[in-house]
């Protein structure tokens, strides 16, 4: 910490992923970070360089920027180098399906009984009039002192590090200008577009953009399905459709659904959100359903193609809710394995991030420790999550561990024909024909 200039470092409350890469990234800009969190034993580790989240890149970027960066469980240690402080906590849905807000009025009942000037950026994401809220909650505890900045974080979990590097814009929410002119500033050499505005339309933008890209998902997904039933191939729609530059070709893979920590939830707050202004949003309670729906509907395809699930075995190749993370937030593998064994299949699973024996989320479903092994005795496979070295999978080997022949493949991330090479039939989403029936040989 630089000693001469005690307010000068950054302060992030809230080691989690966002706090964590949001950290670690300015320093790796050339500021020292302190970063708190109140959670001791994930602290300890990150004095020791050991990351508590799976995040390509990121140990070795903590470890080139070691010196810059202070962890600490103290607010008052935080709050004796840092005179802007990012929030990033938790905001959890709450039971009435709303944010749970109280992390961040702790967070702002702390800070405020220390006193002194302080910024307050709030990274978290926060439901429009959360910084009323808390310039509310600032006047109320007498703490005038603290002023507050909007500034949403637009990170994808398994690509974090290159986004906060190279963010396609950086969005500011201010209720003064110099406040808003200090966050920017810390942006200033990374060349991005700085989005200057209010507190509130910067809170919207996140919202929006979030669920724009969930609709983006859902839209395509049942596009998908009408393909199924014309004999049409959505990856073609899709790449035809990208090219357009007004569409564009991010967020068109079809699959078996959105999940993660974001989007299922995000999408449900602005539902929310809208419904207790008294506006009803048609558009995303379709896009909510329709995620819910691709689910199932890949259920459907399994027992149109094996004519039931009773003792039937099957394999779910990945479980994480994407590829490069550990994390199994809203995954879709959760839903499915229930559902598969709720129609009587059993079911084995491998994925390259979860541990054998780690059936927290899959109760009664094998984790097995390689694909191969996982699909010992399988009468189908079905592919859950596109990691890169399902890709390149020995389709010859798994045919002879399989019982059967079936291979649904939820992202459409297979190279089919090599699929089929292997005498297996081969399925994806909304890749041409209608599904066949049981007795139909493979394609
Ligand atoms: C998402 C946003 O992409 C980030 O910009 C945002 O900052 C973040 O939420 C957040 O609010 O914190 P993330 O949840 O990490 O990031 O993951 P995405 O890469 O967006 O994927 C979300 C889900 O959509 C995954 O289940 C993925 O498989 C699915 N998806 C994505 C598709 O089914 N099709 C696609 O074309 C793209």
Same mark, same amino acid.
């Given at each position: 910490?630089?000693?001469?200039?005690?307010?000068?470092a950054?302060?992030?409350?809230?080691?989690?992923?966002?706090?964590?890469?949001?950290g670690?990234?300015?320093?790796?800009?050339?500021?020292?970070?302190?970063?708190?969190?109140?959670?001791q034993?994930?602290?300890?580790?990150?004095?020791?360089?050991?990351?508590?989240?799976?995040e390509p890149g990121?140990? @070795?970027?903590? /470890? %080139?920027?070691? +010196? !810059? $960066? &202070?962890?600490?469980? #103290?607010?008052?240690?935080?709050?004796?180098?840092?005179?802007?402080?990012?929030?990033?906590?938790?905001?959890?849905?709450?039971?009435?399906?709303?944010?749970?807000l109280?992390?961040?009025?702790?967070?702002?009942? @702390?800070v405020? /009984? %220390?006193?002194? +000037? !302080? $910024? &307050?950026?709030?990274? #978290?994401?926060?439901?429009?009039?959360?910084?009323?809220?808390?310039?509310?909650q600032?006047?109320a505890?007498?703490?005038?002192?603290?002023?507050?900045?909007?500034?949403?974080?637009?990170?994808?979990e398994?690509?974090?590090?290159?986004?906060?590097?190279?963010?396609?814009?950086?969005?500011?929410?201010?209720?003064?200008?110099?406040?808003?002119?200090?966050?920017?500033?810390?942006?200033?050499?990374?060349?991005?577009?700085?989005?200057?505005?209010?507190?509130?339309?910067?809170?919207?933008?996140?919202?929006?953009?979030?669920?724009?890209?969930?609709?983006k998902?859902s839209?395509?997904?049942?596009?998908?399905?009408v393909?199924?039933?014309?004999?049409?191939?959505?990856?073609?729609?899709?790449e035809?459709?990208?090219?357009?530059r007004?569409?564009?070709?991010?967020?068109?893979?079809?699959?078996i659904?959105?999940g993660?920590?974001?989007?299922?939830?995000?999408?449900?707050?602005?539902?929310?959100?809208?419904?207790?202004?008294?506006?009803?949003?048609?558009?995303?309670?379709?896009?909510?359903?329709?995620?819910?729906?691709?689910?199932?509907?890949?259920?459907?395809q399994?027992?149109?193609?094996?004519?039931?699930?009773?003792?039937?075995?099957?394999?779910?190749?990945?479980?994480?809710f994407?590829?490069?993370?550990?994390?199994?937030?809203?995954a879709?593998?959760?839903?499915?394995?229930?559902?598969?064994?709720?129609?009587?299949?059993?079911?084995?699973?491998?994925?390259?991030?979860?541990?054998?024996?780690?059936?927290?989320?899959?109760?009664?479903?094998?984790?097995?420790?390689?694909?191969?092994?996982?699909?010992?005795?399988?009468?189908?496979?079905?592919?859950?999550?596109?990691?890169?070295?399902?890709?390149?999978?020995?389709?010859?080997?798994?045919?002879?561990?399989?019982?059967?022949?079936?291979?649904?493949?939820?992202?459409?991330?297979?190279?089919?024909?090599?699929?089929?090479?292997?005498?297996?039939?081969?399925?994806?989403?909304?890749?041409?024909?209608?599904?066949?029936?049981?007795?139909?040989?493979?394609?």
């Amino acid at each position: 910490m630089d000693r001469d200039h005690p307010q000068a470092a950054l302060g992030v409350i809230g080691a989690g992923y966002v706090g964590l890469v949001t950290g670690v990234c300015f320093a790796h800009l050339g500021f020292d970070v302190v970063c708190m969190d109140l959670d001791q034993s994930k602290i300890d580790r990150l004095r020791r360089g050991v990351i508590p989240i799976y995040e390509p890149g990121l140990d @070795e970027l903590l /470890a %080139r920027v070691r +010196e !810059r $960066l &202070l962890f600490t469980t #103290s607010y008052d240690e935080l709050l004796d180098c840092c005179a802007i402080v990012f929030v990033a906590v938790d905001t959890p849905p709450s039971p009435a399906g709303d944010a749970d807000l109280s992390r961040v009025e702790r967070v702002v009942r @702390e800070v405020a /009984a %220390r006193g002194g +000037e !302080r $910024l &307050l950026v709030m990274k #978290s994401t926060v439901p429009v009039g959360t910084g009323d809220r808390v310039m509310a909650q600032i006047k109320a505890l007498g703490a005038t002192s603290i002023g507050y900045v909007s500034n949403p974080e637009f990170l994808r979990e398994g690509a974090a590090i290159d986004d906060v590097r190279h963010p396609d814009r950086v969005v500011v929410g201010a209720y003064e200008e110099a406040a808003g002119d200090r966050v920017a500033a810390l942006y200033a050499s990374l060349e991005a577009p700085i989005v200057r505005t209010t507190v509130p339309t910067a809170e919207m933008i996140k919202y929006a953009s979030n669920a724009f890209l969930a609709t983006k998902i859902s839209f395509i997904n049942e596009i998908a399905n009408v393909c199924d039933e014309v004999g049409a191939d959505v990856r073609t729609v899709a790449e035809g459709m990208g090219l357009d530059r007004r569409i564009g070709s991010h967020f068109l893979q079809a699959g078996i659904g959105y999940g993660g920590s974001c989007f299922p939830k995000d999408v449900q707050a602005l539902k929310q959100l809208a419904g207790n202004s008294g506006y009803h949003f048609q558009l995303l309670n379709a896009v909510i359903e329709v995620n819910a729906l691709q689910k199932r509907r890949l259920v459907g395809q399994l027992k149109k193609r094996l004519g039931t699930l009773r003792d039937v075995r099957v394999t779910l190749l990945g479980l994480t809710f994407k590829p490069h993370t550990d994390d199994l937030r809203e995954a879709s593998s959760i839903v499915l394995a229930a559902r598969l064994r709720a129609e009587g299949a059993t079911v084995a699973a491998y994925d390259p991030t979860i541990l054998a024996g780690d059936d927290v989320h899959f109760p009664g479903v094998r984790i097995a420790g390689s694909a191969l092994e996982a699909l010992e005795g399988a009468d189908a496979a079905v592919l859950v999550t596109e990691w890169p070295q399902f890709s390149e999978f020995d389709w010859a080997a798994g045919r002879q561990a399989m019982r059967g022949s079936v291979v649904l493949d939820g992202r459409n991330f297979l190279d089919g024909d090599a699929v089929r090479a292997a005498g297996l039939s081969y399925d994806g989403i909304g890749i041409g024909g209608t599904v066949s029936g049981p007795d139909e040989p493979p394609a």
